[in-house]
C-alpha cells in the first residue's frame, strides 16, 4: 500500500504545503507578508524533491487506472514546478509595487499547479477534468485578483464564460467516449477502439467535442478569443502564470486523450489539428504584427507558437511528440522571460507593456537588453538560439510524415512572424530611451532573468540532453 502512494507523493506534498500557506497568511501581518513569499518557494521546492523521490522505475499505472507515473510525468511535472518557481520570483516586486502582495496570489498559484499535476498523471478522463477544473478555477480568480481594475474584472468575466463552455464540450465528450466504451481509462478506451474498430460515429462524435475543448486551453485559432483579452487585462504577473506553466499541462491533456486514448483515431484527428495549426499559425502571426501592446502581441505569439505544438502532435511519430514536448518547454521557458522583462521595466504607476516602453533599453541596461534579445531570437526561431532548434525538429518531424504543405506554411508564417519580434530588437538598440533611471526590481528577479535568458542559448547550442529526455518519455 505504501508503494501504491509513494509516485502520489508530489500531489500530496504539495496540497499539504498549499495549505500551510492559506492558513499561515491568515496569522501573518502585512508587513511580514516576505514569511508567505518564502514558504510558498520552499513549497515548491519540498514538491521538486517528492516528484524525484516518488517517481517509480519505468512505468505504473495506479488506482484503477487513474493514475500513471511514467517518464513523461516525471519529465512534465519537473517542468511545471520550476515555471511555477520563477512565476513567483518574478511576480514578488510586481504585486509589491501595486499593493496586491497577498498570500491569496501564491495560494492560488500553488493550487492551480495541482491541478496542473493532476493532469500530467492522470489516467482517467475523470481524473483529467478534475485536475483542469481545479486548475481553471484558480486562473478565473487570479485573473480578477486587482478587484479595483475594470479590466481585469472584464477580462475574467470573459475567461470564465468561454471556460465553462469549452469545459461543458470537453465533458460531453468524454461523456460520449465513455457511453461508447463504458469506461473513463484511458487504457481501456484504447483497447476497446482497437478491438471493436474505428468505424463508429459515436467515437468521431466525442473526439470532436474533445478536440474543442482542449484546443480552447491550449489557445488554439478559432478557439482563441479569450487569450489577448486575458493577457491584457489580467495584472501582468497574472498574465506570465497563465502564458507559462498550463500549456505544459495542456499538452499532457493532448497526449494523455489523443495519443494514448485515442490513438486509433489517428487519421481523423490528425486532419483537425492540421486545420488548427494552419489557422494558429496564419492568424498568430499576422495579427500579432499589428500590436502594439507587448502583452497582446505576445498572446498572438502564443497562438502561433501553439501552431507549431500541434504540428508535433499530428505527426502522430515519436519523433513528432518529442519534438511536440521539447517545443511546448522551451515556449513556456521563453514566454516566462517576456513577462519577466516586462516586470523588470515596470515600476508603480506604469506598466511596461507598451512597445514604447522598450525604446533605447541597450542605454539603460545593455545587459538586460541582451537577455530580451535572445527571448525575441529564441521565438523568432533565429539559430543558434533554443526557438530554431525546437521548430526544426517540428518541421523534420512533419516532413517525414509527408506532410511537406504543412511544414512550407510553418516555414513561411515563421518568416512573417520574425517580423514583429526583430521590431522589438530594434526598439531596444536603436531608439532613444524614454526612461533613463535605474530599475526598481530586486536581485532576486534579476538573476532569475538573467538564467531564463542565458538558458534560451544554451538550450540552442546543446539541446541534445533535453531531447533526449523527451524522446524517452514518449517511447516507452
Known amino acids: 500500500m505504501t508503494s501504491q502512494f509513494l509516485p502520489l507523493l508530489p500531489e500530496i506534498t504539495l496540497a499539504i504545503g498549499a495549505c500551510v500557506v492559506l492558513v499561515v497568511d491568515l496569522f501573518v501581518p502585512p508587513e511580514r507578508r516576505d514569511t508567505t513569499y518564502v514558504l510558498a518557494l520552499a513549497a515548491l521546492i519540498a514538491t521538486l524533491v517528492a516528484v524525484v523521490v516518488g517517481q517509480p522505475d519505468g512505468v505504473r499505472i495506479l488506482f484503477g487506472g487513474s493514475y500513471i507515473a511514467d517518464p513523461m510525468s516525471l519529465l512534465l511535472k519537473l517542468a511545471v514546478i520550476v515555471l511555477t518557481f520563477f512565476v513567483f520570483i518574478y511576480s514578488r516586486p510586481y504585486l509589491a509595487a501595486r499593493g496586491l502582495y497577498n498570500g491569496e496570489f501564491f495560494a492560488l498559484g500553488l493550487f492551480g499547479l495541482l491541478g496542473m499535476l493532476i ?20 486562473q478565473y480568480a487570479l485573473v480578477a485578483f486587482n478587484r479595483d481594475s475594470p479590466r481585469a474584472s472584464e477580462a475574467a468575466m470573459k475567461y470564465f464564460v468561454l471556460g465553462a463552455f469549452a469545459s461543458g464540450m470537453l465533458l460531453y465528450g468524454m461523456s460520449l467516449i465513455y457511453g461508447l466504451t463504458g469506461s473513463l481509462e484511458v487504457i481501456e478506451i484504447h483497447n476497446y477502439l482497437i478491438r471493436h474498430g474505428i468505424d463508429q460515429m459515436g467515437a468521431l462524435l466525442g473526439l470532436i467535442f474533445i478536440i474543442v475543448g482542449l484546443s480552447f486551453k491550449l489557445g488554439a485559432v478559432p478557439f482563441h478569443a479569450w487569450v489577448p483579452d486575458v493577457y491584457e487585462g489580467a495584472p501582468t504577473a497574472v498574465a506570465l502564470y497563465i502564458a507559462a506553466a498550463p500549456k505544459v499541462a495542456a499538452f499532457a491533456l493532448f497526449m494523455r486523450m489523443l495519443a494514448e486514448g485515442l490513438g486509433v483515431l489517428h487519421g481523423d484527428w490528425q486532419v483537425m489539428l492540421a486545420v488548427l495549426a494552419v489557422l494558429s499559425l496564419v492568424l498568430g ?23 507549431f505544438i500541434l504540428l508535433g502532435i499530428l505527426a502522430g511519430t515519436a519523433q513528432g511528440y518529442s519534438a511536440a514536448m521539447f517545443y511546448v518547454l522551451f515556449y513556456a521557458l521563453v514566454t516566462a522571460g517576456a513577462f519577466g522583462m516586462i516586470i523588470l521595466l515596470s515600476r508603480r504607476g506604469l506598466e511596461a507593456e507598451q512597445l514604447e516602453d522598450f525604446r533605447g533599453l541597450n542605454a539603460r541596461s545593455p545587459w538586460f537588453a541582451l537577455m530580451m534579445l535572445f527571448i525575441m531570437f529564441s521565438m523568432a526561431g533565429v539559430p543558434p538560439f533554443a526557438g530554431f ?10 516532413v517525414q510524415v509527408d506532410e511537406i504543405w504543412l511544414a ?20 531596444m538598440y536603436f531608439d532613444e530611451p524614454e526612461e533613463t533611471g535605474a530599475f526598481e526590481q530586486g536581485a532576486g528577479l534579476r538573476a532569475a532573468l538573467s538564467v531564463n535568458g542565458l538558458s534560451m542559448l544554451a538550450l540552442g547550442l546543446y539541446p541534445a540532453a533535453l531531447m533526449s529526455w523527451c524522446i524517452a518519455a514518449v517511447s516507452w
Do not use: D, P, W
Not at 493532469?119 to 484558480?138: D, Q, R
Open 408 to 427: 512550407v506554411v510553418a516555414v513561411v508564417f515563421s518568416v512573417v512572424g520574425a517580423f514583429y519580434y526583430l521590431r522589438v530588437v530594434k526598439l
Open 119 to 138: 493532469m500530467i498523471s492522470g489516467y482517467s478522463m475523470l481524473t483529467v477534468y478534475l485536475g483542469l477544473e481545479l486548475l481553471s478555477l484558480c
Open 389 to 398: 532548434y525546437a521548430k526544426l525538429s517540428v518541421l523534420r518531424a512533419v
Open 285 to 307: 502571426n499576422v495579427v500579432a504584427i499589428a500590436q502594439t501592446n507587448l502583452k497582446r502581441m505576445l498572446a498572438y505569439s502564443t497562438i502561433s507558437h501553439v501552431g
